[in-house]
């Protein structure tokens, strides 16, 4: 257990960040989510409206730190390739 006040406070200040970071990767995953199901119904116009509102949310997970740039930047490049897919098929 901490013994120090600064270490304690470190204890508070890390448990209200993890909560914080858990909340953000929960909200993008949901988003996620979201684009996937409207992909796998095959509706194009849902999904490209799906994406366009977790594109933002993944981004901004990015900016906060608690997702790497790269995975959301991989993550955007995959679900609008399988958007574009559908309107191939």
Known sequence: MANTASARKRIRQNERRNARNTARVSRMRTFIKKVE?????????????????????????SGK??????TVARKLSRLSAR???IAAA
């Open 37 to 61: 199901a409207a992909i796998a119904a095959g509706n194009k116009d849902d999904a490209q409206a799906a994406l366009r509102a977790a594109q933002p949310e993944m981004q901004r997970a």
């Open 65 to 70: 730190g608690v997702v790497h740039a790269n």
């Open 83 to 85: 958007i574009k897919a």
